[in-house]
């Protein structure tokens, strides 16, 4: 089993969708957890982090359920622009975890 | 502010030869880390540097893959002899440190073994 799970997708919506994503993590003691974006043939890079209390940034809303160890990424009023690959990362003692990402797509 | 900085971009060489591939991360991060990521698949973790000293190792083909940080900046990576199931992106990332910080991804290089 992965350390890091994540529903590969493809996740194809229409503009406008609301689209939620789940990551499940296997290591109890994971402290700290993010979501990276990645774009065809591109670097990750910071979507946010994820609080223990939930946090919103903008039309991305992001949640932490540590007794069932996992997370999640809701995407609300989809643009074209949101396509990409969401990877999951979950961390602690100095080391982080990527999941194998989930790719959406949103068409017109 | 610079970004990380990753050459070559692109690489082909042949099973048996060998590669190396360079970073330099971000002034003043102090954690230096080198994934390996495979078409489809997330970033795994390779090596992790701390300064110049060696974190996190557990993942890296030994009898292959070498890494190392002189001076706890720039850091290379070396494959010998590369396999054809070698092929992919080599990310490098840095960070502040090795604790809940954002990672700062480089732009990759793609390796292609034939």
């Known amino acids: 089993r992965k350390e890091v799970e994540q529903d590969p997708g493809p996740f194809n919506v229409p503009e406008g969708a609301t689209v939620a994503f789940n990551c499940t993590y296997s290591?109890?003691?994971?402290?700290?957890f993010f979501w990276y974006r990645q774009d065809c043939r591109k670097e990750p890079k910071l979507l946010m982090s994820?609080?223990?209390s939930g946090n919103e940034d903008g039309r991305f809303t992001a949640q932490l359920n540590r007794a069932s160890q996992y997370i999640s990424l809701l995407i609300r009023d989809s643009k074209l622009s949101d396509s990409a690959t969401y990877l999951c990362?979950?961390?602690?003692?100095?080391?982080?975890?990527f999941g194998d990402g989930t790719t959406l797509t949103v068409k017109p | 502010e610079a970004g990380v900085a990753q050459s070559p971009r692109y690489k082909i060489i042949e099973k048996r030869q060998s590669v190396a591939f360079w970073c330099n991360p971000i002034?003043?991060?102090?954690?230096l880390y080198w994934y390996q990521q495979i078409l489809g698949q997330g970033p795994k973790l390779l090596i992790q540097?701390?300064?110049?000293?060696?974190?996190?190792d557990s993942q890296l083909p030994k009898d292959r893959f070498s890494a190392e940080r002189l001076k706890g900046v720039d850091s290379t990576l070396k494959i010998q002899p590369a396999k054809l199931e070698d092929s992919a992106v080599y990310l490098c990332?840095?960070?502040?440190?090795?604790?809940?910080?954002?990672?700062?991804f480089g732009p990759g290089t793609r390796l292609t073994v034939t």
């Open positions: 990362v979950a961390g602690g003692a100095g080391k982080s975890t």
């Open positions: 002034s003043g991060h102090a954690t």
């Open positions: 540097f701390q300064n110049n000293g060696v974190v996190d």
């Open positions: 994820v609080y223990s």
């Open positions: 290591n109890s003691a994971s402290q700290s």
């Open positions: 990332a840095s960070s502040l440190g090795t604790g809940p910080y954002e990672q700062y």
